[in-house]
């Protein structure tokens, strides 16, 4: 008969086996967190560019608003207001969709990041409170892309 040799590791090479699974464990772990965080910063980097270049062409698009805004106004005849006004609800429908919301100013509180003020005047109303609107103010997605020029009670 032949004996058979018995295959067993000793128990140290066992323990430095596991002790370096876990580290390449741990590895793996640390590694697929890195590249959570990358893809995340990726993801927001993508999506600031992004606003960053519909921010200057909607910048670009303010005084062509506040230009038919004033023709509205101004404009006697009364079948080219209403085409200029349904051109300007049509453009503002359009950069609402694109995350454009205009200021509130008038009877609001002046904010100095959301408003500039031109023109201080007394009033019987709280000091601060907006009294008129020069140029209407605007944010793009919840980040000011033009102040309100505004007048406030002082």
Do not use: C, W
């Not at 509205?72 to 503002?92: A, C, H, Q």
């Not at 002046?110 to 019987?124: C, G, Q, R, T």
């Amino acid at each position: 008969m032949s004996a058979k040799k018995s295959e067993h590791k000793p128990k140290s090479d066992t323990k430095d086996f596991e002790k370096l699974l876990e580290e390449k464990e741990e590895l793996i772990k640390r590694v697929q967190a890195d590249f959570d965080n990358y893809r995340k910063f990726v993801d927001r980097e993508k999506n600031n560019i992004a606003i960053s270049a519909s921010s200057e062409i909607i910048r670009d698009l303010l005084p062509v608003l506040d230009d038919m805004e004033a023709a509205v106004k101004n404009e006697k005849d009364e079948t080219i207001r209403k085409g200029i006004e349904g051109i300007l609800r049509n453009m503002s429908d359009t950069l609402r969709k694109h995350g454009l919301q205009q200021i509130d100013s008038v009877e609001h509180k002046f904010d100095p990041h959301l408003h500039e003020a031109l023109m201080k005047e007394k009033s019987d109303k709280e000091d601060g409170t907006v009294l008129e609107e020069f140029q209407k103010g605007y944010m793009l997605n919840h980040r000011v892309l033009r102040h309100s020029k505004v007048k406030i009670a002082g």
